[in-house]
């Protein structure tokens, strides 16, 4: 097992089996809204991770999207009537428009200045919200209906709508392995890795990176639609930036740059948060703290990173010892 | 740094394992009362945990069991937040068995829950909660709406302060469903009265500094500042008042206040205040029995509402007891067809909207020379009957009383 | 008399509010651009050593009768020692790494901060009184200030130029900036380095904490008081200038400014004001308004 290509099929393996217990889900005793909610902030933390993980850019105030799409998505859906996957699509169009209202603004400067620009950008539009009379402010967008899936399949049901989330989330997954491994992709690694000599190379740097922002903006906005039709309703928790701050650690916790890392991180603290909300109170805000601190400190590559990096420094002692055996003792 | 990687790593997969929640319990032999509030936020002292002990003493006065079944209570701090509150219902309606849900302060949230429990058609008794819409635009046939409303606090305290000079009328509102319904309902009732309604701001929930609110009163030239807020607002805006010298060119009109209020403010700010409550520690031998053991608990008088939480408790219990089952729609009915009679309220019943409908009462803040007793701070002016004190029929926006 | 349809009093009122919101924005904006000029680090914990600062002064009063005066000298040494803890312990191991784990780490500081405090005093906040020297308002006609918010003003203007010359000015300024510039140079000529480090981060906390006994009267002392301040105090620094503390200064008591002027005219916007000004900024001169491109 542990060789290099084993590591290949090991991961391919882990992902199988996450799939398998995702699928039995509610027949093993798992609640199912909690699931369906976890797997919203996974699609999140996955769309989050396209942009830090792979592009390497820290957005400090992605929760704005999430939460715009889940607005729109809500009041669409609640006010003006509309199917659910109209509403889900016109929010992933919403997420994705203001990611490039917020990405031509935050472009220009890089590293620090752009996560804290993003911050203010997304605290801007959080204000917004508040003072929109459509959004509810404090009280939220409240009694947004499921309605009918393509017009025949009802999603009343906890367990028809969770079995069209983990639909929704696979085709999630999959499309950004689909990203990653593309072209447009191995652009997006070699900006993080070295963007001077990216732009040497002759790419247009800022067209990648707002791509990708864009991207990144619409998929955290299908996480925040599909949300707001699982709990049916839309609040400014969806938009504050709290939030924001949550999937960077999820996605840091999991593993950046790794596919598995963001999922396996959003149902690590989504699960901790309920888990720990009615036994610890306030304490939760500062456990969420200690995991930060924690994870920057000791801890950076994650769960998946780190157990990557095991895996291949097993790999690399078995390969040299067998180079060393040949080389003959 | 290794060894320190590998405890994280350990102490991660520890916390992921104990994440995935074994949630599956189901409660029948057991009656689950919930209760969802502000525990810690600037409506913890009029509800709050001594809301929840309220409840807890009517659970042990009923023996701690009812028609067979233990009874159990669940408490959670919604932290003012709509979607916390409701995904905690929701989760202990499906996850838990709970059979009733009683709602703590805060409208927003108190209209979410409202929700869940009618799609999981249980009994909701809102108790802090004040927008009148719970029992109008938004009434179902599981909310019973059991303290105070937004329509009896403007139909007792507006008209009483017109009738004493104040005509003009600018508003400070809480910027959410409780403040927005105030106003609203205040403002009929002062135009009704011939008044006018000069102007109005709206300020965040839990707002730190009212100055430049203040500011703004000051320059419409008003009469009267109407404060649409409650709890830790209206106390810091009534400082605030004082503290820019509003209070010398302007009346100050509490909408909601609480006994904490006058309390924490003192009755040199607050004497000569009009307002509007269901109840007050000092109005029969039985509710001063009861406050008397509350005292002796917390060292201080109860609020209306923690005395409503103790009441409503009672209600139901009783209504099961009564119907002899814990099925939502059967409890409904009971309850619909009971009458209310404790140290709370006498001769109060549940109307078709789900308005629990009761006498309420216009007090006035005693100065500080007249109140002889520690919390003597009220003289009660007015009691109005509860067909008068809340909506009637005629107003009503609630499709299932027409 | 009307000022585009608004009495003049209510236009003044709200000016005078503002300046005093600005010259939060200018002590907190200041602290954070000295700890980034210095360090490099975006200290995002530095709302939460202005929370801890005012809790110091409130424990101070409320447990141990210490009065207010007091209270600005304990405040920052405490906090101060606190940074010293901080810088020594954890972010000392993060220089030579990507600046983004800095504003992780200090995010998380926060959020530990906030909980802890949270977790003993609720969110609702304690109030705090105004000193006996400082209490009673003046009548100025068109409107009535308390004198503790001109107090307020006065302070942090002083405090805000002192610390400006200091680091401007001064010999000890002058070998800060050396050190950040080319800290092995530095180090050579003899002076401990480090030390200077931890100190100047300590210097920010205190800044930060001095702020926070100076607003304890004013708002409500809550744990959130810090994340409420944070994010625009970012702003600020941006719209002013990452390395700049003139900029952050003058960009701090401008919108405040800015900031009571929108509530008399459209109050809805005041909140996202400072905001809008910072993309308009970003879009024209990215490095701030008083930056130097580093």
């Given at each position: ?130 003072e929109a009379p459509f959004t509810g402010g404090e009280d939220g967008l409240q009694g947004v209906p499921r309605g009918k899936l393509f017009g025949f399949l009802s999603l009343e049901s906890d367990l028809v709508l ?168 | ?350 109307r078709p909207d789900g308005r629990m409908v009761h006498d309420m009462f216009l007090m006035q803040v005693k100065t500080p020379e007249t109140s002889t007793t520690p919390w003597d ?26 | ?294």
């Open positions: 097992m542990a060789t290099h290509s084993g590591i290949e099929r090991l991961s391919r393996i882990g992902l199988v089996v996450g799939l398998l217990i995702l699928l039995a889900a509610p027949f093993i005793g798992l609640y199912p809204v909690f699931m369906m909610k976890a797997l919203c902030y996974a699609i999140f933390a996955c769309a989050f991770n396209l942009l830090l993980g792979y592009t390497g850019l820290l957005s400090f105030g992605h929760a704005a999207f999430l939460g715009a799409a889940a607005y729109a998505t809500g009041w669409l859906v609640r006010s003006a009537g509309w199917p659910p996957e109209l509403g889900i699509l016109a929010g992933m169009a919403f997420g994705g428009l203001l990611g490039l209202g917020v990405g031509l603004i935050a472009i220009r400067r890089q590293g620090i200045y752009f996560a804290m620009i993003t911050l203010a950008l997304a605290q801007m539009i959080y204000f917004v919200w508040l969770y079995y069209v989330v983990v639909a929704v989330f696979v085709a999630v997954f999959l499309f950004i392995v689909r990203i990653v491994h593309s072209p447009f992709g191995q652009v997006l690694k070699a900006i993080r890795e070295n963007e001077p000599r990216a732009i040497s190379l002759g790419y247009d740097v800022d067209r990648y990176k707002l791509l990708a922002f864009v991207l990144s903006a619409a998929l955290a906005g299908l996480g925040g639609s599909m949300k707001t039709l699982v709990l049916g309703f839309a609040t400014l928790n969806d938009a504050h930036w709290s939030l924001s701050g949550e999937v960077i650690l999820m996605t840091l916790l999991g593993g950046m740059g790794t596919f598995a890392g963001p999922v396996i991180g959003a149902f690590t603290i989504i699960g901790l948060q309920d888990f720990l909300a009615d036994r610890v109170g306030a304490w939760v805000t500062v456990i969420i703290g200690a995991i930060f601190v924690v994870c920057v400190v000791a801890f950076r590559r994650g769960f998946v990173g780190e157990l990557k990096a095991w895996l291949q420094r097993r790999a690399n002692y078995t390969a040299s010892r067998s180079v060393s055996k040949d080389a003959g003792q | 740094m290794l060894k320190l990687k590998t405890i994280s790593a350990a102490c991660a997969v520890a916390a992921a394992a104990f994440a995935v929640p074994a949630y599956a319990q189901v409660s029948g032999d057991v009656i689950k009362i919930g209760f969802i509030t502000d525990m810690s936020g600037l409506y913890a002292d009029i509800d709050g945990p001594a809301g929840a002990e309220a409840i807890r003493m009517a659970i042990a006065d009923m023996g701690g069991a009812v028609a067979g079944k233990k009874i159990e209570l669940l408490v959670a701090d919604h932290q003012n937040k709509p979607d916390v509150a409701a995904s905690k219902a929701r989760e202990w309606f499906d996850q838990q068995g709970l059979d009733m849900l009683i709602g703590g302060t805060n409208s927003g949230t108190a209209l979410a829950m409202a929700k869940v429990a009618a799609e999981k058609k249980k009994p909701f008794l809102a108790i802090g909660p004040g927008s009148s819409a719970l029992t109008n635009e938004q009434c179902t046939p599981y909310t019973i709406h059991y303290a105070y409303d937004t329509v009896a606090l403007a139909k007792g305290t507006a008209p009483a302060v017109v009738k004493a000079g104040g005509k003009s009328w600018f508003f400070l509102t809480a910027d959410y469903a409780f403040g927005s319904q105030l106003q609203a309902d205040a403002s009929k009732v002062v135009l009704a009265s011939g008044g006018t309604v000069v102007g109005s701001v709206r300020h965040p929930l839990s707002a730190s500094d009212f100055s430049s609110f203040m500011l703004q009163a000051q320059s419409s030239k008003a009469q009267i500042l109407g404060l649409a807020d409650a709890g830790g607002d209206t106390i810091n805006a009534i400082k605030a008042a004082n503290e820019f010298g509003i209070t010398k060119t302007m009346k100050l009109a509490g909408l909601l206040m609480f006994i904490n209020d006058v309390h924490s403010l003192g009755l040199k700010a607050t004497q000569g205040m009009y307002l509007t409550d269901s109840w007050y520690w000092n109005q029969s031998p039985e509710s001063r029995a009861w406050a008397k053991r509350f005292f002796e608990k917390f060292k201080r008088m109860p609020s209306s509402l923690q005395a409503a939480d103790y009441s409503v408790a009672q209600f139901y219990l009783n209504a099961v007891k009564a119907a002899g089952t814990d099925d939502g729609d059967k409890l409904m009915e009971q309850m619909k067809k009971s009458k209310v009679n404790d140290m709370y309220a006498k001769g109060g019943y549940v701070y009220y003289n009660v002016v007015a009691t109005t009957k509860g067909e008068d004190a809340f909506t009637t029929k005629a107003e009503s926006k609630c499709s299932l009383w027409k | 008399m009307d000022i585009f349809g608004i009495p003049i009093q209510a236009f003044l009122g709200q000016l005078l509010l503002g300046l005093v919101n600005g010259s939060f924005y200018a002590m907190l904006s200041l602290g954070l651009a000295v700890i980034f000029g210095l360090l490099g680090i975006v200290n995002f914990a530095h709302g939460a050593l202005y929370m801890i600062g005012a809790y110091v002064a409130f424990i101070a009063l409320d447990t141990f009768g210490i009065g207010y005066w007091y209270a600005l000298v304990i405040a920052p040494v405490v906090v101060g020692t606190l940074g010293v803890v901080i810088e020594r312990t954890l972010l000392r191991r993060l220089y030579r790494i990507d600046p983004i784990y800095g504003l992780l780490l200090t995010f998380g500081l926060a959020l530990i901060a906030e909980g802890v405090f949270r977790d003993q005093f609720g969110v609702s906040g304690q109030s705090y009184p105004v000193p006996e020297a400082l209490q009673g308002a003046t009548n100025l006609g068109f409107m009535v200030l308390p004198n503790y918010r001109a107090f307020v003003v006065f302070a942090s203007l002083v405090v805000c130029l002192g610390t400006w010359f200091v680091i401007e000015r001064t010999r000890l300024g002058a070998t800060l900036r050396a050190g950040t510039e080319n800290p092995a140079l530095v180090q050579a000529f003899g002076i401990n380095v480090p030390m200077l480090v931890m100190f100047t981060y300590a210097g920010g906390a205190g800044l930060a904490a001095l702020a926070g006994v100076l607003a304890a009267p004013v708002i409500q002392v809550t744990p959130l008081m810090g994340s409420n301040l944070i994010i625009v105090v970012f702003a600020v620094v941006v719209i002013g200038g990452m390395g700049s503390i003139l900029g952050s200064i003058l960009t701090g008591l401008a919108l405040g400014i800015v900031e009571g002027l929108t509530k008399v005219f459209y109050p809805e916007a005041s909140n996202i004001v400072v905001f809008v000004i910072m993309a308009i900024v970003l879009m024209i001169r990215p490095a701030g308004l008083f930056g130097k491109e580093k």
